[in-house]
């Protein structure tokens, strides 16, 4: 995907980053689950209500690992192509199940020249909007490329 660059020059507290909606289907996130080769069995909760139940959560559940993802993809896609990113910690605050539509988004909250580097820090979040909640939140560091 061609996009054009993000400087660290033009960027300012309050700017948000170009928010994207996800909906991960079963299918989509047991072929995550399943990267690496066999889904280990303790993952079948996350595309299986079943399985999910036994556990005591009322359905499927979307990975806190492919929340991660989603977020380092929206952050990595708005700072390419030199930008790139230093920091991701999140705080899961409840489920989402799979096909919820998911809005992926972020505000700049924070800039600063380290090391000769200059540093954008990003408040994320993941609101959930069948549910009107934001069940992942966190901060992001991007390192962005300057014009002089």
């Known amino acids: 995907m061609a996009t054009e660059q ?7 507290p309050g700017d ?4 994207v909606t996800k909906a991960p289907t079963r299918e989509q ?3 995550y689950l399943g990267v690496g080769g066999e889904i280990q069995p303790g993952s079948y ?5 079943a399985a999910a139940q036994r556990e005591g959560v009322r359905a499927a559940m979307v990975p806190g690992s ?3 993802t989603m977020l380092a993809q929206v952050l990595t896609d708005w700072a ?9 910690e999140v705080n899961f605050r409840r489920l989402a199940e799979p096909d919820d539509p998911l809005l992926c988004r972020g505000v700049v909250i924070d800039k600063e020249v380290v090391d000769g580097e200059g540093h954008v820090r990003i408040d994320v979040a993941i609101d959930n909007q069948r ?9 992001a560091v991007v390192i962005l490329p300057m014009r002089s």
């Open 45 to 49: 909760r996350f595309f299986d209500d």
């Open 131 to 139: 549910t009107n909640d934001s069940p992942t939140v966190g901060t």
């Open 29 to 31: 996130i047991k072929a």
């Open 80 to 88: 390419a192509p030199a930008g790139r990113l230093r920091k991701l």
């Open 6 to 12: 993000v400087y660290f020059d033009d960027v300012e």
């Open 66 to 68: 492919l929340s991660v």
């Open 16 to 19: 948000d980053i170009s928010p």
